[in-house]
């Protein structure tokens, strides 16, 4: 059983910052082989990627939507995966969703499916 929960989500204006929290636990394992991931869904939109990371590698890949402004992190020794949002847009208003594979090939991921365990999203508003 796996369990990730967000925190950190809330308001902020544009420009501004938040970091973004998903704690992980799996019951008799780690999470050294999985590879992690946000994604996001808007207001009347599909959710869409943001971006992933490989546990152990530490490799990362972001939208390009987010490109220079969003850091995905992770803290091996507490299982918890991070996002740090800088230079916040209202067009990143959005519910922030953890996600974990144990399968999933990091250079490929970055589809729902692909994606067996998320969280239950914590909600991002970035006012103008």
């Known amino acids: 059983q796996v369990q990730l929960v967000e925190s950190g989500g809330g308001l902020v204006q544009a420009g501004g910052s938040l970091r973004l929290s998903c704690a992980a636990s799996?019951?008799?394992?780690?999470?050294?082989?999985?590879?992690m991931a946000w994604f996001r869904q808007a207001p009347g939109k599909e959710r869409e990627f943001v971006a992933t990371?490989?546990?152990?590698?530490?490799?990362?890949r972001y939208a390009d939507s987010v490109k220079g402004r969003f850091t995905i992190s992770r803290d091996n020794a507490k299982n918890t995966l991070y996002l740090q949002m800088n230079s916040l847009r209202p067009e990143d208003t959005a519910v922030y969703y953890c996600?974990?594979?144990?399968?999933?090939?990091?250079?490929?991921?970055?589809?729902?499916?692909?994606?067996?365990?998320w969280g239950q999203g914590t909600l991002v508003t970035v006012s103008e």
């Open positions: 996600a974990a594979s144990p399968s999933s090939n990091f250079f490929t991921a970055q589809f729902e499916h692909q994606f067996e365990y």
């Open positions: 799996a019951s008799g394992g780690t999470f050294s082989s999985y590879v």
């Open positions: 990371i490989s546990w152990r590698f530490t490799n990362t």
